[in-house]
């Protein structure tokens, strides 16, 4: 059974930087993608990248501040987050889906990680 176990979250001060992984038993997905939830708000897409890596998509919310990566060798995928605001302050998870990287429903994701605690100090 595939599992994703999500890591490298923590408490970070705005402005700053964190990395997160998401280790996969075998990555067998179209796209794999990032979402978040904050308290008391609905979840949220992040970013997707493709099987090959050369597909990616990402929210307005986080275009040019976030990059998702993929290491299909180590079936390992990546979030680097920089410039990092308050507002990005949520649980972390990552999903294996199917189809194109711009669709973001989190119905097109079939499996999913417990998902990483992300804290940003203003």
């Known amino acids: 059974q595939v599992r994703l176990v999500e890591s490298g979250g923590g408490l970070v001060q705005a402005g700053g930087s964190l990395r997160l992984s998401c280790a996969a038993s075998r990555l067998t997905f179209d796209k794999m993608a990032w979402f978040r939830q904050a308290p008391g708000k609905e979840q949220e897409f992040v970013a997707s990248i493709g099987r090959i890596g050369s597909d990616t998509y990402y929210a307005d919310s986080v275009r040019g501040r976030f990059t998702i990566s993929r290491n299909s060798a180590k079936n390992m995928m990546y979030l680097q987050m920089n410039s990092l605001r308050p507002e990005d302050t949520a649980v972390y998870f990552c999903?294996?889906?199917?189809?194109?990287?711009?669709?973001?429903?989190?119905?097109?994701?079939?499996?999913w990680g417990q998902g990483t605690q992300v804290t940003v100090s203003s």
């Open positions: 999903a294996g889906g199917q189809g194109a990287v711009w669709k973001v429903g989190a119905d097109t994701y079939g499996l």
